[in-house]
């Protein structure tokens, strides 16, 4: 029992240390100049849209503007690291979100629509012909919100999969607590993905892969869909990053077999040869680029239509379209979790179809 | 494409390729396997004693057979031992029987044997009490009869007879 609350501890104090050092960080606002506050709900609500599924340097929680006007952020500041000529650490809080420039070292740095440009001390920003900013961007190896999430993730896993291992040993083989919930979903990606797509002999290898991922996502999913509502999936570096290592597993995994059917495949004509071999290499990289584009799409396009949905009860403003939009919203949401496990799943899946792929031995010629 | 490939953060992705490789390299270690070989023991566990019981249950049929075989046995030599007794039975009663027929038969002929000994010993002797008593009568006879001529001429004529029917 004491080993079960102390997981629990080390979760809620994970969100401590995030949220005790809660700055308050209250920025007084200039009320006459501030045009903003007479914009359109719509844009504001698309806004608001947009920047939710962005990342950002700070660990915020909402914002407010209070009775004196003053634009209240809850949150925490997270340290943003640069390299420059130089490694630069130091917390978002020096930007102030946005409204301020960073002064490290004698560099000044200009937070812009969520990214990190190197200014001089005015904080100028040129442009070019398509409006997109010309400032050189230091290489950004920021403890962004998103990497703050996959961290808390991989202590999250860490600890409940070292957990469930150790009770297998201490009660004689037979899962126990969570053990008892994950161990019908290890088995069931053992014995209906990785088996039956890989192969009984070479399944083995693949299955510390096709457990993490499978678990990373679902969890990483799960965790967009609570109010933190920090959603890492939905940025195309994350479902690069995982896309990539099926690609490169896929690739230096492969048998004799899996690049004969791609470059010289066997039992066509000659000159079919030749147009397949192109054909057939870009089919390998479209696998996973697929695997990646499908896993954002989808979370994605799950976070605009709930949160847009979730607005329009602002839009609608009386009692009957919010009602059913907040109707709207309760149904959608239920679909989201199902879509984050659903996600989690065909990106188990086809990776696994891809390593089957890749280690398949072809009897005969076809 | 565009928005896609501005919205690339290289530090996520730095971030994101280092913890996932970690992640995935801590917990093959610490979890994966443990949890997959504490499954895997317990499931060869499981099949090792299915396995053994319908081992079990086989040999209890094989024991079980062979009782049967070895009771079949049993009764077959058993019944052999009575089939042999009875045929040694009916094997000493012939000979028995025959024993007896022989010697039965054999002392018959002992007795007919000596019967016909005794018979014939007899006759012998009636032969020679029969001569000669005849001799005694005959010569009582011829003491008798031969006294007149006439009863010789008719005694040699009757014997005449007698001899020319033959």
Known sequence: ?366 | MDKLLSEFSLGLFFWQLLLFVGLVLLLKKFAWKPILDAVNEREEGIKKALESAENAKKEMQNLASDNEALIKEARAERDAMLKEAREIREKMISEAKEDAKEQGAKMIENAVTAIDQEKQAALAHLKKEVGDLSMIIAKAILKKELSSQEDQIKLVEGMLKDVTLN
């Not at chain 1, 104090?13 to 501030?34: G, Y």
């Not at chain 1, 209070?66 to 640069?82: A, W």
């Not at chain 1, 896993?295 to 403003?317: E, K, P, Q, R």
């Open chain 1, 1 to 366: 029992m004491r080993r079960k609350f102390s997981i629990k501890k080390i979760t809620f104090l994970l969100f401590l240390v995030s949220f005790v050092s809660v700055a308050q960080h209250n920025e007084k606002k200039d009320v006459a100049n501030a045009p903003k506050e007479e914009k359109d709900l719509k844009v504001t609500i698309k806004e608001y849209i947009n920047h939710h599924l962005l990342d950002s340097y700070d660990f915020g929680l909402f914002s407010y503007t209070n009775d004196q006007n003053e634009k209240v952020h809850i949150g925490s500041p997270l340290p943003v690291i640069l390299w420059d000529n130089g490694l630069k650490v130091f917390l978002s809080s020096k930007f102030h979100y946005g409204e301020t420039l960073a002064e490290v070292d004698g560099n000044y740095y200009k937070l812009y629509h969520n990214k990190i440009y190197k200014t001089d001390a005015q904080g100028t920003i040129n442009y070019d012909a398509e409006h997109h900013p010309t400032n050189a961007k230091p290489l950004d190896f920021s403890i962004t919100k998103n990497v703050v999430m996959i961290f808390v993730v991989f202590l999250i896993m860490f600890f409940m999969f070292k957990r469930m291992a150790s009770a297998y040993q201490k009660n004689n083989g037979m899962p126990k607590g969570m053990g008892r919930l994950l161990e019908p979903i290890v088995l069931y990606i053992r014995d209906d993905i990785a088996k039956p797509n890989i192969g009984e002999k070479n399944y083995k290898r693949y299955m510390s892969y096709l457990l993490t991922i499978f678990f990373f996502v679902w969890i990483v999913n799960l965790f967009g869909l609570t109010p933190i509502g920090v959603n890492i999936t939905n940025n195309i570096a994350v479902t690069f990053c995982l896309a990539l290592f099926t690609y490169v597993i896929t690739t230096f995994t492969a048998k004799k077999d899996y690049w004969k059917h791609i470059f010289w495949m066997p039992g066509v004509p000659v000159p079919m040869k030749i147009i397949l071999a192109p054909i057939e290499f870009l089919g390998t990289i479209i696998k996973p680029f697929s695997l990646m584009i499908r896993l954002y799409a989808n979370i994605t396009a799950g976070h605009i239509v709930l949160m847009s949905i979730i607005g329009m009860m602002f839009v609608f403003n009386n009692w009957l379209g919010s009602s059913l939009s907040f109707f709207l919203a309760f149904v959608l949401g239920i679909l989201e979790l199902l879509v984050a496990a659903l996600q989690a799943y065909i990106f188990t899946m086809l990776s696994a179809l891809y390593f089957g792929s890749a280690v398949e031995e072809h009897d005969e010629h076809h």
